[in-house]
């Protein structure tokens, strides 16, 4: 009985999975900090082919100190025909584009982050890249009103919800499977649930105004979740769940919400 009402949970959360689209959240390790450039060629006859195109983090303010934005896991620059985009986990006083047109390599001037997330046309000419901000939105309020509407598909409460949702989509399956094998009772799940449904809100609503760092707001986010989950297992799961089985089971399960944060969005 207990197998089948575990394959039912399994398969009513992955089912909820699959509806929801996969690169607009990021899971549990809370929101990331983006840049999305969209391309301008209106200053050329036709559009140029584009071979590279490189995201410089600069020690000062005018990037006489530079160093190419590091590619880890959730953090790399991906482009396509219409412009670049990418989330980041590490941090800098300014940014500097550099476009590859053929043997041309074209450099913008240095420009600083104007929001938590950042939109700029990258408008290319013969011989100048310059980068001009469209939008920057902390939250759900945006600073300019001249975004394109294609630039940003996802307001930041779909964010939101839809990271909730592959949270919950990842880690109650994986807690009901735990608790399965450590026959620690099924029905202690719901603890699980119930801290998702107060951790959720925290790490995106609440830290990110207090935390400013990206890679610090990753660290404190898995922090805040393991530890808010483990206290509830351990408090409400009764006697068979202990301190150490309740931690073990809040890092296993947010261990794996992360890493899918992380490594697949």
């Given amino acids: 009985m207990k197998n089948k009402y575990f394959a039912w949970m ?54 006489n100190e530079k160093e190419v934005l590091s590619d880890v896991p959730g953090q790399k620059l991906e482009c396509d025909p219409e412009g670049c985009s990418v989330s980041l986990l590490t941090g800098r006083v300014a940014w500097q584009v550099e476009v590859l047109l053929g043997e041309k390599t074209l450099i913008s001037p240095a420009f600083e982050k104007e929001g938590f997330y950042s939109t700029y046309s990258l408008k290319i000419s013969d011989d100048h890249l310059d980068v001009i901000l469209l939008s920057a939105k902390d939250g759900v309020v945006s600073t300019l009103g001249n975004e394109p509407a294609s630039s940003y598909p996802y307001t930041y409460l779909t964010y939101f919800l839809t990271a909730g ?3 919950l989509v990842i880690e109650l399956p994986l807690a009901v499977l735990i608790l399965l094998l450590s026959k620690s009772g099924i029905k202690n799940f719901l ?75």
Wanted: hydrophobic share 55%; aromatic share 14%.
């Fill in 165 to 167: 949702l592959w949270t």
């Fill in 191 to 265: 603890w699980v649930l119930l801290g998702n449904l107060i951790t959720i809100p925290i790490v995106w609503l609440f830290l990110p105004m207090v935390i400013k760092s990206p890679l610090g707001l990753m660290v404190v986010v898995f922090a805040t979740a393991a530890t808010i989950e483990a206290i509830l297992l351990a408090k409400l799961g009764g006697e068979k769940m202990g301190w150490g089985k309740a931690w073990t089971i809040s890092i296993l399960i947010n261990i794996a919400s992360t890493l899918f944060g992380l490594y697949i969005f």
């Fill in 10 to 63: 399994v398969v009513f959360f992955l089912s909820i999975g699959f509806l929801i689209p996969l690169r607009s959240a990021s899971a549990d390790i809370g929101p990331k900090p983006t840049f999305r450039f969209t391309y301008d060629f209106s200053a050329l006859s036709s559009p140029p082919e584009i071979r590279d195109v490189i995201l410089y983090q600069c020690l000062d303010l005018d990037c």
